[in-house]
């Protein structure tokens, strides 16, 4: 079949004009997200200067609270606290990669980010937050919370899914400053999103993944009650890395459940995550 050069170049304009009312989607809602964490550190900053003002600001936050209701979302544990970072937040949360995430010897993210001098590191975690507010489909989402002990920043725990309503299936991944491994953080951190993903969202499985000498992933998922399901082979720092894929049902889950988790804020979110909301 030959296709007339004028109906190329229209099918090569219409692209382009997709491709670029996408990109203006996207830095619409990144602004938007911005907006918000901008105007509610404000509102922290703001001393008693008249009712007006203060007014203003809670009017203001209230207003975008209707488009990004995650920013209410938060999970509670004993010991920790799990929520939707605002500015002054991701700024402690840079500041933590900045000073060392893992022993510089091994690498055990399938993304090296953290194979860059200190202050590379931190704005990368800026720039992978952003990112995942401005590309939050309801169909393909990422939740990054940050993780807070005694009011001081730990790390941070996300969960994901793509067409989540149809599969019901999360994945998980996080990170912790150096100086906070080995305590216990990083399974009470994860159950958190667990119990948020099983009970609240209503999820029927979660997956999750280390490579073969991450020990300390590994330890977390066998008591959260993980199973093995398969390997993988990734390239790292130039030579083959073998992850061990884990998986968790919701009978496995349910069987091993025994942090106490606490979730507030939710019910508002829940069509963002593609779940409908009980009448």
């Not at 996408?22 to 404000?42: C, E, I, N, S, T």
């Amino acid at each position: 079949m030959v296709v007339h050069p004028s109906g190329i170049r229209r099918q090569r304009k219409l692209m382009a004009v997709g491709s670029m009312r996408k990109w203006l989607r996207q830095l619409l809602f990144a602004g938007l997200v911005l907006a918000f964490v901008v105007v509610v550190d404000r509102a922290r900053l703001l001393k008693p200067r008249g009712h007006e003002c203060c007014l203003a600001a809670m009017m203001a936050g209230m207003s975008l609270m209707s488009y990004w209701p995650l920013a209410g979302l938060q999970v509670r544990t004993p010991r920790l606290e799990l929520r939707m970072p605002d500015l002054e937040d991701l700024g402690a949360l840079a500041s933590l990669a900045a000073e060392g995430v893992h022993d510089p010897a091994v690498q055990p993210f399938t993304v090296a980010w953290t194979d860059a001098e200190p202050d590379e590191r931190a704005q990368r975690v800026l720039r992978w937050h952003w990112r995942c507010w401005a590309d939050w489909q309801v169909d393909a989402w990422t939740l990054n919370l940050v993780v807070l002990r005694d009011g001081e920043m730990v790390g941070t725990q996300s969960i994901g899914a793509k067409d989540f309503a149809v599969c019901s299936e999360v994945n998980t991944g996080s990170w912790l400053g150096r100086t906070h491994h080995g305590q216990g953080i990083g399974t009470e951190m994860r159950a958190a999103v667990l119990e948020l993903a099983f009970s609240r969202l209503g999820a029927g499985s979660a997956v999750s993944g280390a490579f073969e000498d991450n020990l300390g992933s590994h330890g977390v998922s066998r008591k959260l009650g993980y199973e093995h399901d398969g390997l993988e082979v990734h390239a790292v720092r130039g030579k083959p890395a073998v992850i061990r894929r884990l998986r968790l049902t919701r009978a496995r889950w349910e069987a091993h459940r025994s942090v106490p988790v606490e979730v507030t804020g939710l019910d508002k979110c829940l069509p963002l995550f593609g779940v409908r909301a009980e009448s």
